[in-house]
């Protein structure tokens, strides 16, 4: 009798195991995109100066403060000034962005423009929440203005001041919390290469 090598139909199939879910499916996060634009205002700030004209025009609750060098080695700790909010609209959220500056003795002033992630924001909505900080609004207008309205402050601290043409920009993106769909905290390591790629890459 001939013998086929073809498997029987009534033969078991080997089972195949499912893949495993989305390190990140419904995941939550909790996380701000930070901007940070860098002005060069002149050839030195006095900075115990510029804390007292600071302090003079400042509410109690927003008081101008002196920085503690910690990772890096700074010889006279820059001023840290709250500088308010600014509504921003970022996708089809309007967002309250809180903005602050630091004011380096060596004629730099560093602002600062910290912006929320909506409430709920999943990772994926969170890269594109990120992406629009980073390339889809401009805001410049904010930086200008805020910056104009601290030097004006602060002109008496400044020597030979002078706004320097070039301007230094970079953006940090923050997670404060990532939760899974359970509520739980996710560890950090959760996030893979290809789940950061697109928040880096503007892709």
Same mark, same amino acid.
């Given at each position: ?11 078991? *199939? ?31 700030? /006095? #900075? ?31 001023? %840290? ?6 509504? #921003? ?15 380096? !003795? ?7 423009? *910290? ?6 924001? %999943? ?12 390339? !889809?609004?401009? #805001? %410049?207008?904010?930086?200008? /203005?805020? *910056?104009? #309205? ?26 404060? *919390? ?16 290809? !789940? ?8």
């Amino acid at each position: 009798m001939a013998t086929s090598d073809r498997p029987s139909l009534d033969a078991p *199939r080997p089972s195949i195991s499912p893949l495993p879910p989305e390190p990140l499916a419904g995941a939550r996060v909790v996380g701000s995109a930070i901007v940070y634009r860098l002005y060069d205002v002149g050839y030195e700030i /006095h #900075l115990d100066r510029a804390l007292d004209l600071l302090a003079a025009s400042a509410p109690e609750r927003v008081r101008p403060v002196r920085g503690e060098a910690q990772a890096i080695q700074i010889k006279n700790p820059p001023i %840290t000034v709250i500088l308010g909010t600014e509504r #921003l609209v970022i996708g089809e959220h309007y967002i309250d962005a809180e903005l602050s500056a630091r004011i380096f !003795d060596f004629g730099v002033v560093s602002l600062r423009i *910290r912006v929320p992630a909506p409430a709920g924001t %999943t990772w994926m909505e969170y890269a594109d929440f990120g992406n629009a900080v980073d390339a !889809d609004v401009d #805001l %410049t207008p904010v930086f200008d /203005h805020h *910056r104009r #309205l601290l030097t004006d402050r602060i002109a008496p601290a400044i020597e030979r001041p002078a706004i320097a043409p070039v301007t230094e920009d970079y953006v940090v993106f923050r997670i404060t *919390r990532l939760t899974g769909a359970n509520g739980a905290e996710l560890p950090t390591d959760v996030l893979r290469d290809e !789940d950061v790629a697109p928040l880096l890459l503007n892709e």
